[in-house]
């Protein structure tokens, strides 16, 4: 296990470079910098402005030396300066991530406590009325578009209950933050809920039809000790991948969400940055979303270990 | 006898109570909550050309005067004392001098005098180089300002190179605050420091922009407000449901556009929603060096293709101006009577008319609907721009050009058109000040830096230099049709029309009054309150 532990991190490491050097690449592929855009703002464009404004963000050096002084600065902790606030990048960053986060675990807790039970349901009631709802609801899940149905909700809100759930300032307590922010994590949360639900739902019929699962019954288990104990837990390992990968797409998600329910997570923020070419910001934060994505589907690979005992990483 | 006196006493004390009356109404206190459309660029007004920075920290400083910010009109008789007390021309009406307030202090204690207003000019007109602005949009609007001269702490004195009646109307804008000679740029950028009604208190990008009273305010008893909070909301669905819903007490300036206004209206009835020009033209811009528009004839059919009303008729209902360069009557002040405009080339009411001389030229030139031309019409990357843009396409098929939309990433628009890989764009100008100085020379004057399209005819430069010295409204007007007139004939950045929108607030906010003929001069908020 240990060998294996070693082998992943270095594999991350190498993972982490590669995305570091595209993030950098592409980020200066794409036309137009920060000063066409600072300029924008006012206008016109002079060159001459133009060109001493390069030179004080350090943009006319050549890319290599900017991407040195890039990695230099993030191995000491220092990610640089915002190109428009002209503050650390670390005081813009920081502040943006817990609100994110927030969202993120609360829409993936949606999602497994919606779409595990309902899987589950729809499996075991298979070809019931009840089974043909909830496979509604899921298809539903899937082909809405998270921006429309947050829309929809905002809507329903105001003209019922005038009164809209967005996010207006800090809410000055933990569990009010939490609600507040259930509602877009619902939003969000809908989608992966449907895809976990459908994925539950074939994993356990799959299930259900094994020999074991008969053997069981026959020994008189109940439907709930044969439903939960024995077919939820050897179908739940493909869930638990989706999980996975559902939590790297979720930053997508959370972009349309975020901006519908004007929340200042980061997701939001880096679509700004990318709009304004705010190289420090961008680069910064795709870097911090590909380490949280990596050691996501690095828990995820250990998950596997503690739900089949027959996994052994070291064979 | 007696009783008549008496009748008169009763009736004048009735008016004084009358006319006292709303002072007595007003109430100090409270939190205004405006939402903020996009993620404005920075707190510098002088260096930036968008209403994202002017609406939200005008508040934060005082000009040397202003217009009137009860009044609905700007224009040279609503101007008003702000940071000066006085002024007078001398008799060459070349040297302007303000008499300055007393007692007036910068946000951060430090004392307001002549010297900070000396030191604004010398960025302004690029004297200063050790601590310039990033970029300096209306250097031109100050390039016949030769110095400004201080006598003592309370006096300065503008001496200009020629006489130009206008730089006080320049002065009174929204865009014209003064700076303190003791922060420097790029601290003004971040963290602004003023003398105004409002101390900034916090910028957070992308979230909100907060500001609280100034209890230093040299202004006694205003502001009324204990702080504005402009929330930043860039969905527009999100921000008007928000304002339904009674989450903020005023919209972003003119963000509820005409065909948004009856949803406002229908499910907010109480909200108050003016209607104002703000400012904003559409435009047509024209590559001049780019083959086959070298040729006048070929601009010359462009400009007789277009049908403005149509356009006008389905971008807004109808509710955007017809105009020429300057803002039209009944708002503006200079621009051309419609049956002064219906003369110029293009402005014919009879499209079919124009449009059959059009085509004539194009066949003149070898087109037809055999051959046509094929052009890529150019435009930012946002709804206002895209909608003419496909419309124009639709009218320039009437002569035998083929246009094909060519979307531009709005972040890099300005550097396209300043490097002049366009042809045939779609584009909006928004303009500070109805005023000939401010429009003519910043869009049209050979020098300018935002005469996007560099159109430059000396001819056109010395009418500008001319009616800028004009006196008399009536001759200046006059010269100002003539350099319409001009710029109509030489295709210069064809006017489609000036846009018109509504912004909305709540019926407990008070002592706001919307200017119609400008959208960047009258966010000062020190006589608004809240009737809460």
Same mark, same amino acid.
């Given at each position: ?17 590669? /995305? ?5 690449? /592409?980020? $200066? ?160 949360? !809908? ?37 939960? %104990? ?31 329910? #004007? ?20 680069? @910064? ?28 990483? +070291?064979? | ?9 009763? *009736? ?7 006319? =006292? ?7 100090? =206190? ?46 040279? %008789? ?123 208190? %916090? ?9 609280? $009273? ?20 860039? @969905? ?6 928000? !304002? ?48 086959? !528009? ?32 300057? *803002? ?13 405009? %219906? ?75 300043? $490097? ?26 050979? @020098?300018?830096?935002? #005469? ?38 030489? *295709?210069? $950045? ?31 908020? +020190? ?6």
């Amino acid at each position: 296990m240990g060998a294996y532990l070693i082998r992943r991190f270095l594999l991350m490491l190498l993972t982490l470079f590669g /995305m570091s050097v595209l993030i950098f690449v /592409m980020l $200066r592929l794409v036309p137009g910098n920060i000063t066409d855009i600072i300029f924008d703002s006012a206008g016109f464009v002079n060159p001459a402005q133009k060109a001493k404004i390069e030179r004080q963000l350090g943009l006319d050096q050549p890319i290599v030396t900017q991407y040195v002084a890039w990695i230099a600065g993030l191995a000491r902790g220092d990610l640089g300066y915002a190109f428009v606030s002209e503050k650390p990048a670390i005081e813009e960053i920081l502040p943006r991530i817990p609100v994110t986060a927030k969202l993120a675990v609360l829409a993936l807790v949606f999602s497994v406590l919606f779409g595990v039970p309902l899987g589950v349901i729809s499996a075991v009631r298979q070809n019931t009325a009840l089974d043909y709802v909830l496979r509604v609801v899921s298809l539903s899940g899937l082909s809405l578009p998270s921006f429309w149905l947050g829309l929809l909700i905002l809507m329903a809100c105001v003209q019922w209950f005038g009164w809209i759930p967005i996010y207006r300032s800090t809410p000055d307590n933990f569990w009010r933050e939490i609600a507040l922010l259930s509602i877009p994590a619902a939003a969000v949360g !809908f989608r992966s809920s449907a895809l976990v639900m459908r994925l539950t739902r074939s994993s356990m019929l799959e299930v259900l039809r094994q020999d074991y699962i008969r053997t069981a019954r026959a020994k008189g288990a109940s439907d709930a000790s044969v439903n939960y %104990e024995h077919a939820l837990r050897n179908a739940v390992l493909p869930v638990v991948t989706i999980i996975g990968i559902e939590a790297a797409f979720l930053i997508g998600g959370l972009i349309v969400t975020e901006t519908v329910f #004007n929340i200042p997570g980061v997701a939001r923020f880096l679509v700004e940055a990318i709009r304004w070419r705010d190289y420090p910001i961008v680069q @910064n934060l795709v870097m911090f979303i590909a380490v949280v994505v990596v050691v996501v589907n690095f828990i995820v690979d250990m998950t596997y270990v503690v739900l089949d005992p027959r996994i052994k990483y +070291e064979e | 006898m007696r009783a008549k006196i008496a009748t008169a006493m009763a *009736l004048c004390l009735w008016a004084v109570t009358l006319a =006292g009356g709303p002072a007595l109404a007003e109430k100090q =206190g409270g939190t205004l909550r405006v939402y903020h459309r996009d993620n404005l660029p920075s707190g510098s007004i002088h260096e930036e050309a968008t209403i994202s920075t002017v609406q939200p920290f005008m508040a934060v400083f005082n000009n040397l005067v202003m217009f009137d910010q009860g009044k609905k009109l700007n224009s040279a %008789e609503t101007i008003v004392p702000d940071l000066a007390e006085s002024w007078a021309w001398d008799a060459t009406r070349t040297r302007l001098t303000f008499k300055l307030r007393q007692g007036v202090k910068w946000h951060d204690g430090k004392p307001f005098t002549a010297k900070d207003v000396q030191c604004t000019w010398a960025k302004l007109t690029g004297k200063d180089t050790a601590d310039d602005f990033r970029r300096n949009p209306r250097a031109i609007w100050y390039q016949n300002v030769k110095d400004v001269a201080v006598n003592g702490d309370h006096e300065a004195t503008f001496v200009l190179g020629r006489p130009q009646p206008s730089l006080l109307n320049m002065l009174a804008s929204g865009y014209t605050p003064i700076y303190p000679c003791h922060v420097s740029t790029q601290a003004m950028r971040t963290n602004p420091i003023g003398t105004g009604p409002f101390r900034f208190v %916090e910028f957070k990008r992308g979230d909100v922009v907060r500001f609280a $009273r100034n209890p230093d305010y040299w202004k006694k008893g205003r502001p009324y407000l204990d702080a504005i909070e402009w929330k930043v909301i860039e @969905n527009r669905s999100t921000r008007i449901l928000a !304002f339904i819903a009674g989450e903020f007490d005023m919209t972003f300036s003119a963000d509820v556009t005409v065909p948004l206004l009856k949803d406002v209206t229908s499910q907010a009835p109480r909200a108050v929603c003016e209607v104002a020009s703000t400012g904003v033209s559409t435009n047509l811009i024209v590559n001049p060096s780019a083959p086959p !528009f070298n040729d006048a004839k070929v601009r010359q059919a462009l400009a007789l293709t277009l049908d403005r009303k149509s356009i006008i008729d389905i971008v807004s209902q109808g509710k955007h101006s017809l105009a020429g360069v300057m *803002l039209p009557p009944p708002e503006g002040s200079w621009g051309m009577p419609p049956e002064m405009l %219906e003369k110029l080339p293009g402005y014919s009411a009879d499209i079919d008319k124009s449009r059959a001389e059009g085509r004539k030229i194009m066949a003149g030139l070898g087109y037809g609907p055999g051959k046509t031309l094929k052009v890529k019409v150019s435009t930012r990357n946002i709804a206002i721009y895209r909608d003419p843009a496909v419309l124009l396409i639709d009218q320039l098929k009437s002569i035998y050009i083929d246009g094909e939309l060519d979307v531009v990433d709005t972040s890099i628009w300005h550097a396209k058109v300043t $490097r002049k890989e366009f042809s045939v764009g779609m584009n909006l100008t928004g303009v500070g000040v109805d005023d000939p100085d401010v429009n003519l020379y910043e869009n049209y004057a050979c @020098n300018s830096e935002r #005469n996007l399209t560099q159109y430059c005819n000396k001819e056109v430069d010395a009418l500008i230099d001319r009616q800028s010295q004009e006196t008399d409204v009536a001759t200046r007007k006059q010269i100002v049709w003539e350099i319409e007139r001009r710029l109509a004939e030489d *295709l210069a $950045r064809p006017i489609i029309s000036y846009e018109r929108a509504a912004t909305c607030w709540q019926p407990h906010l008070k002592g706001f009054v919307l200017h119609h003929n400008s959208i960047y001069n009258n966010w000062r908020f +020190e006589d608004v309150w809240l009737d809460k």
